[in-house]
């Protein structure tokens, strides 16, 4: 799509259409900041939106002229479904930096005590974690009727259920008074730790455990405090 | 005057690496005595064009994509270069991330975390690899040749390298370190086992020897590359992985609480 001598500038998307750089010394069709005038873009996709808004999630609207606009999303040439920009064009100042998000949003593991782990449940739809728990076994394990095993866990008052499913491991056998280590899911709904590893615990995995519940639980606080921020 | 250095920074700031192309006309050739050759720098009179909707541009994005994909460009570094011995900064995940984004060099350190992804029990294909030895593409093991156009070896029989090479994420109380690299001689240390031997395992035995890992805290010596180079922010080679020394775990966690 050639750029036509006597067609008049149009704005794109709110944003004016001005001569780009000192030129005097080339000799080649004036660029100007609004792409779909330059010859060099050819691709009528490059024609905008109404829009201007539809940046990525991370980069704040520009802000109102005089200011330049400075990016044009369009679709990419190369890929379906995302988004491309034209030339830079001068811009006033603005905060382009992309926002990082406030709280680590991956996966955690804390170790935890069972009380603390019924505490800290509460937050698991803002911030994803399995728990660490070294309990002692306070009853038989029983066969449910989907097939999973069932058994109860103490830590002093406290006593949970777990529930774990053979389907890459056989439970392992549990010794009724021994103190045991399981991984898993604790489902607020159910009262019940869906456990995804679990083991017999060494006598120095218990007696250190504590320093990292302690951890857990101090790293737990600010986040709750962030969340409560936010 | 305009400053143009701090435009063009903080647009290429915002790009993402690997799915970018630039198309720069106009930039400043010049030789630079300190990096001891000629650089290009972008001044008032670059225009840079962003994946401009030309065929070469169309080609170089798949061609970058198709190279990513496939681990190539992960392939430069030589961890093992460093004695394992040598690294003793511990750090949780968090903090690994942090430095990460606060540091522009690789770093060491250990951490102390759950191997929370160790897939070696899907099929071997994603568990073990065969790369061409002078693109580092991946290349299937009998292949004649090395199927990278752009290979400067493509005319000659492949020589290619075969090893461990799968992604693994680590995860403590402060978050996860997705898609750290686990690759030979490393993988071999720690399952015991070279590629051979373990090619050679049934389903079972691989998902017992990942349930030996697997949510179990380990001291995990890794390498750090910063995350300004990735989009996904901060990427993990993983040097050493042992289950941890309760004791040692203690240790880290009373270090920890004191820094609070």
């Known amino acids: 799509m050639r750029r036509q001598e006597n067609q008049p500038i149009r704005p794109t998307a709110g944003c004016l259409s001005v001569p780009l750089f000192n030129q005097k010394k080339r000799n080649r069709v004036p660029l100007t900041s609004a792409p779909s005038e330059n010859e060099f873009f050819s691709h009528s996709e490059y024609i905008t939106s109404a829009s201007s808004a539809q940046y990525g999630s991370n980069r704040p609207a520009p802000g109102p002229a005089p200011a330049i606009r400075t990016y044009t999303p369009t679709a990419h040439p190369y890929k379906v479904g995302s988004r491309r920009y034209c030339i830079i064009c001068v811009s006033a100042k603005q905060d382009r930096f992309p926002m990082k998000p406030a709280i680590e949003n991956s996966l955690r593991i804390l170790t935890s005590v069972i009380d603390g782990m019924r505490h800290w449940s509460q937050f698991k739809d803002k ?3 399995l728990f660490e728990i070294f309990a002692t076994l306070d009853s038989a394990v029983t066969l449910d009727r989907l097939g999973a095993k069932n058994f109860l866990m103490r830590d002093g008052k406290e006593v949970v259920t777990c529930v774990f499913y053979e389907n890459e491991q056989e439970l392992p056998r549990l010794i009724r008074g021994q103190v045991h280590r399981c991984v898993g899911n604790y489902d607020r709904s159910r009262d019940v730790l869906m456990c995804v590893s679990v083991r017999p615990g060494l006598p120095s995995e218990l007696r250190n455990a504590q320093e990292a519940v302690k951890a857990c639980d101090a790293e737990m606080r600010a986040l709750v405090k962030l969340l409560s921020e936010v | 005057s305009h400053s143009w250095d701090r435009e063009a920074i903080q647009l290429v700031q915002t790009m993402i690496p690997k799915e970018t192309v630039l198309f720069i006309a106009d930039a400043k050739i010049s030789f630079d005595s300190f990096r001891d050759g000629m650089t290009a720098t972008v001044n008032s009179k670059t225009i840079i064009t962003v994946n401009p909707d030309t065929r070469e541009a ?3 994005f798949s061609y970058a994509k198709e190279v990513s994909e496939s681990g190539a460009l992960d392939q430069d570094e030589k961890p093992e270069d460093v004695p394992v011995d040598s ?4 750090y949780t995940v968090s903090q690994l991330k942090q430095k990460a984004q606060e540091n522009p060099e690789a770093f060491f350190g250990i951490t102390y975390s759950f191997m929370s992804r160790l897939d070696i029990d899907s099929s071997v294909s994603k568990v073990i690899k065969t790369r061409c030895s002078r693109c580092k593409f991946l290349v299937t093991e009998d292949a004649q040749s090395c199927t990278n156009m752009l290979c400067s070896g493509r005319d000659q029989a492949l020589l290619a390298t075969t090893g461990f090479d799968l992604p693994v994420d680590i995860t403590d109380h402060t978050g996860t370190l997705h898609a750290c690299s686990l690759r030979s001689p490393v993988a071999e240390n720690i399952l015991g086992c070279t590629t051979n031997e373990f090619t050679s395992l049934n389903d079972n035995e691989r998902t017992a020897m990942k349930w030996k890992f697997l949510l179990e805290r380990c001291k995990i010596y890794v390498k750090i590359t910063p995350s300004t180079k990735l ?19 203690k ?5 920890l609480l004191q820094r609070l």
């Open chain 2, 231 to 249: 989009r996904s922010g901060t990427r993990g080679v993983v040097l050493a992985c042992s289950v941890a020394d309760p004791g040692e775990v």
């Open chain 2, 251 to 255: 240790q880290h966690m009373s270090a």
């Open chain 2, 87 to 90: 690294i003793t900064d511990v």
């Open chain 2, 58 to 60: 169309s080609l170089l």
């Open chain 1, 127 to 129: 911030v994803p974690y």
